[in-house]
């Protein structure tokens, strides 16, 4: 006992010198940015690991990973059950009840197991969590230096065989990250040489891409590391790997490529369905606050249309355009056009076009919109969108890189400064239709990440705060079906965070070229049925839609090249499409007709979708309420007379 003591006074000596006559830092002339190591003392011992008893309970050979220590139950330290969403102890709960997941934790490695899409591999370190929030489409594994978010993939259109997958991978995957050109017109950067395929993983062929963001500003995640991965010969499904982080990350993803493997399907993946709480800005002007609930309380349909010379581009281009806005609103407005005045007036803007800024049209809202609800003019809708191209040059400059880099702050101000010098309340319809692979925000064009879209809405959202912007409402607005068909490119992984966004857009066009059109009832049921566990708290509008009447041109995929047909040859049934709208809207609040419960305010998109064709324009979807439509626009008059909102009296 007394050379324990003895030894223990020893050693503690020994420690005090060592601490005292230590060089630190300064005195060595090195730098460290690490933090001091807490004081010990002898007696202070880290306690061994002991294996976690659970492991046992859910363990299978098929999780053995040799190559990062992970063998059996007894090399496992941690154990985390989740199923349906949620972390449960009951560990002899069977997978193929629900959507469950596994984390085990090793010494210095963690397994993940996803039973319901069959898939497994490792992280090469310890401290990773679980985001199970939309776990049908995609699963986010978080750690202190990345997120890796994970989806399966099996929604291939164009058929289960290699020029199926080409056809896939080459328009709607790698299109964009694999080029030069698009990098670098973004500051991007590879940060190694594309790998070879075959190599990466036995038996798979993976496609990995390195990137990360140069000038990155206050980015935390300025590293990406992608990777596609297919079974070799294999064409059915794939598993898309994205990763973020804030340092580069290059070998450690390698591991987790590595150390993927697939094995049977058990359950089912499902998002929690969970309706978004809503909550009501706090710093909201009464009018704007007014409205909404008017607004939302509505047992009718508030109403508008987009004409082609409603827009926003320079505060210029509304004096020179001014007197074609007014013709275009009377014909619309007019006694042969609806012969009502709109509820909500819209119009579209963006960053810019090709390097020259674009403004809030102060001036035309005055003037044309200017409504509250109560005072008999028109509400702004306001779309406002991050391109500077009209969304034309996908392949080369997005903005939204940019504005992660803080780049658009000033221009969000001056924006922000605008909307709330107009003072009324604002629709503000921010990126529409970004579920897409036809705009400049997409995650198509954002390294494959909607987190990116998130995060961009966040920062103009924040800007506007810090402005004191109190007339805003916030629309948040993909469209009725997602393209690329995909898991990751689902609307609800764009969702800002339910604080930033105070309704739900719509978007659902039949475009009225086949030999028959599908039904409002058709096509908006299935929107009710897809965001109603969802948006439930939320008031929606359809934001922009319409039925076509037959372009001129018609795609004809037989051929692979468009083929004359009849301009407007089916307006008959776009008459009885818009007839069948508005009956449907006449039951309003009835049994049956609960798919229309949410529904507050539409918006018809009256203009055309054109294509240059061998050298000529043709109009490809007719969408206009041309004058020549009579019989579409007596349609519209009938029903918009009598069930629309007439928040805005004719005069």
Same mark, same amino acid.
Request: some cysteine; proline content about 4%; hydrophobic content about 35%.
């Given at each position: 006992?007394?050379?324990?003591?003895?030894?223990?006074?020893?050693?503690?000596?020994?420690? %005090?010198?060592?601490?005292?006559?230590?060089?630190?830092?300064?005195?060595?002339?090195?730098?460290?940015?690490?933090?001091?190591?807490?004081?010990?003392?002898?007696?202070?011992?880290?306690?061994?690991?002991?294996?976690?008893?659970?492991?046992?309970?859910?363990?299978?050979?098929?999780?053995?990973?040799?190559? /990062?220590?992970?063998?059996?139950?007894?090399?496992?330290?941690?154990?985390?059950?989740?199923?349906?969403?949620?972390?449960?102890?009951?560990?002899?709960?069977?997978?193929?009840?629900?959507?469950?997941?596994?984390?085990?934790?090793?010494?210095?490695?963690?397994?993940?197991?996803?039973?319901?899409?069959?898939?497994?591999?490792?992280?090469?370190?310890?401290? %990773?969590?679980?985001?199970?929030?939309?776990?049908?489409?995609?699963?986010?594994?978080?750690?202190?230096?990345?997120?890796?978010?994970?989806?399966?993939?099996?929604?291939?259109?164009?058929?289960?065989?290699?020029?199926?997958?080409?056809?896939?991978?080459?328009?709607?995957?790698?299109?964009?990250?694999?080029?030069?050109?698009?990098?670098?017109?973004?500051?991007?950067?590879?940060?190694?040489?594309?790998?070879?395929?075959?190599?990466?993983?036995?038996?798979? !062929? %993976?496609?990995?891409?390195?990137?990360?963001?140069?000038?990155?500003?206050?980015?935390?995640?300025?590293?990406?590391?992608?990777?596609?991965?297919?079974?070799?010969?294999?064409?059915?499904?794939?598993?898309?790997?994205?990763?973020?982080?804030?340092?580069?990350?290059?070998?450690?993803?390698?591991?987790?490529?590595?150390?993927?493997?697939?094995?049977?399907?058990?359950?089912?993946?499902?998002?929690?369905? !969970?309706?978004?709480?809503?909550?009501?800005?706090?710093?909201?002007?009464?009018?704007?606050?007014?409205?909404?609930?008017?607004?939302?309380?509505?047992?009718?349909?508030?109403?508008?249309?987009?004409?082609?010379?409603?827009?926003?581009?320079?505060?210029?281009? @509304?004096?020179?355009?001014?007197?074609?806005?007014?013709? /275009?609103?009377?014909?619309?407005?007019?006694?042969?056009?609806?012969?009502?005045?709109?509820?909500?007036?819209?119009?579209?803007?963006?960053?810019?076009?090709?390097?020259?800024?674009?403004?809030?049209?102060?001036?035309?809202?005055?003037? +044309?919109?200017?409504? /509250?609800?109560?005072?008999?003019?028109? %509400?702004?809708?306001?779309?406002?969108?991050?391109?500077?191209?009209?969304?034309?040059?996908?392949?080369?400059?997005?903005?939204?890189?940019?504005?992660?880099?803080?780049?658009?702050?000033?221009?969000?101000?001056?924006?922000?400064?605008?909307?709330?010098?107009?003072?009324?309340?604002?629709?503000?319809?921010?990126?529409?239709?970004?579920?897409?692979? #036809?705009?400049?925000?997409?995650?198509?064009?954002?390294?494959?990440?909607?987190?990116?879209?998130?995060?961009?809405?966040?920062?103009?959202?924040?800007?506007?705060?810090?402005?004191?912007?109190?007339?805003?409402? #916030?629309?948040?607005?993909?469209?009725?079906?997602?393209?690329?068909?995909?898991?990751?490119?689902?609307?609800?992984?764009?969702?800002?965070?339910?604080?930033?966004?105070?309704?739900?857009?719509?978007?659902?066009?039949?475009?009225?070229?086949?030999?028959?059109?599908?039904?409002?009832?058709?096509?908006?049921?299935?929107?009710?049925?897809?965001?109603?566990?969802?948006?439930?708290?939320?008031?929606?509008?359809?934001?922009?839609?319409?039925?076509?009447?037959?372009?001129?041109?018609? @795609?004809?995929?037989?051929?692979?090249?468009?083929?004359?047909?009849?301009?407007?040859?089916?307006?008959?049934?776009?008459?009885?499409?818009?007839?069948?709208? +508005?009956?449907?809207?006449?039951?309003?609040?009835?049994?049956?007709?609960? @798919?229309?419960?949410?529904?507050?305010?539409?918006?018809?998109?009256?203009? /055309?979708?054109?294509?240059?064709?061998?050298?000529?324009?043709?109009?490809?979807?007719?969408?206009?309420?041309?004058?020549?439509?009579?019989?579409?626009?007596?349609?519209?008059?009938?029903?918009?007379?009598?069930?629309?909102?007439?928040?805005?009296?004719?005069?």
């Amino acid at each position: 006992m007394l050379t324990k003591r003895v030894t223990g006074l020893l050693l503690a000596m020994l420690l %005090v010198l060592s601490v005292l006559f230590a060089c630190t830092p300064a005195e060595s002339g090195a730098e460290s940015s690490q933090p001091a190591p807490a004081e010990s003392s002898a007696e202070e011992s880290e306690e061994p690991k002991v294996p976690d008893e659970n492991a046992k309970l859910v363990w299978d050979e098929l999780y053995a990973d040799e190559a /990062n220590g992970i063998v059996s139950p007894s090399d496992v330290y941690g154990v985390d059950y989740y199923f349906d969403g949620e972390k449960i102890e009951d560990y002899a709960r069977d997978p193929a009840e629900g959507d469950a997941k596994l984390l085990l934790t090793g010494e210095s490695a963690t397994r993940a197991v996803n039973f319901a899409y069959g898939y497994l591999f490792t992280f090469p370190y310890t401290g %990773v969590m679980l985001d199970n929030s939309l776990s049908a489409y995609r699963t986010k594994y978080i750690s202190e230096n990345s997120v890796l978010t994970v989806s399966y993939e099996d929604k291939n259109p164009y058929g289960d065989n290699e020029n199926g997958w080409n056809i896939y991978l080459t328009e709607w995957l790698n299109i964009h990250i694999s080029s030069l050109d698009f990098l670098a017109a973004n500051e991007l950067s590879r940060s190694r040489p594309l790998p070879d395929s075959e190599s990466l993983l036995e038996g798979y !062929t %993976v496609l990995e891409y390195d990137i990360y963001m140069r000038n990155p500003g206050d980015v935390e995640y300025p590293y990406y590391n992608i990777a596609i991965l297919r079974r070799t010969g294999e064409y059915d499904h794939f598993v898309l790997m994205v990763m973020k982080s804030k340092t580069k990350n290059d070998e450690q993803f390698d591991k987790i490529v590595a150390s993927f493997a697939e094995t049977e399907q058990v359950g089912e993946a499902k998002n929690p369905e !969970t309706a978004f709480e809503f909550e009501l800005p706090e710093n909201w002007s009464d009018e704007t606050r007014s409205y909404y609930e008017l607004f939302s309380a509505a047992q009718n349909v508030s109403w508008g249309a987009f004409t082609k010379t409603i827009v926003s581009k320079q505060d210029s281009s @509304y004096a020179v355009r001014r007197g074609e806005i007014i013709t /275009n609103l009377d014909r619309l407005q007019g006694e042969n056009g609806w012969d009502y005045n709109f509820d909500i007036l819209p119009t579209y803007s963006a960053l810019g076009w090709y390097g020259t800024e674009s403004y809030f049209p102060l001036d035309m809202a005055e003037e +044309f919109a200017g409504g /509250n609800g109560f005072n008999g003019k028109p %509400v702004l809708q306001f779309t406002y969108q991050f391109t500077e191209s009209n969304n034309g040059n996908l392949g080369g400059y997005n903005p939204s890189f940019d504005i992660l880099r803080g780049r658009y702050d000033d221009q969000f101000r001056r924006l922000a400064q605008d909307i709330k010098s107009y003072g009324k309340p604002v629709l503000f319809r921010l990126n529409n239709e970004m579920n897409t692979d #036809w705009t400049s925000y997409s995650g198509i064009c954002a390294l494959l990440d909607p987190d990116i879209f998130r995060m961009t809405w966040s920062r103009l959202y924040g800007i506007f705060e810090e402005e004191g912007v109190d007339n805003c409402i #916030w629309i948040f607005n993909p469209i009725a079906v997602s393209c690329p068909y995909s898991n990751w490119g689902e609307a609800l992984n764009y969702m800002p965070d339910p604080s930033q966004m105070q309704a739900l857009g719509l978007t659902y066009y039949e475009m009225g070229n086949g030999t028959s059109l599908m039904s409002f009832e058709s096509m908006y049921k299935t929107l009710y049925e897809i965001n109603m566990p969802y948006f439930d708290n939320y008031p929606w509008i359809i934001s922009e839609f319409a039925a076509g009447c037959g372009g001129e041109k018609l @795609y004809d995929y037989g051929i692979s090249a468009y083929r004359d047909t009849v301009l407007g040859r089916n307006q008959a049934q776009q008459a009885q499409w818009i007839a069948d709208m +508005f009956e449907a809207f006449s039951h309003y609040g009835e049994e049956g007709y609960e @798919y229309l419960s949410h529904i507050k305010g539409a918006i018809w998109f009256s203009c /055309n979708d054109y294509a240059d064709i061998d050298g000529k324009t043709y109009i490809i979807n007719y969408l206009d309420l041309a004058p020549e439509l009579t019989q579409s626009l007596a349609a519209f008059r009938e029903g918009v007379n009598a069930t629309g909102a007439k928040t805005v009296p004719k005069e």
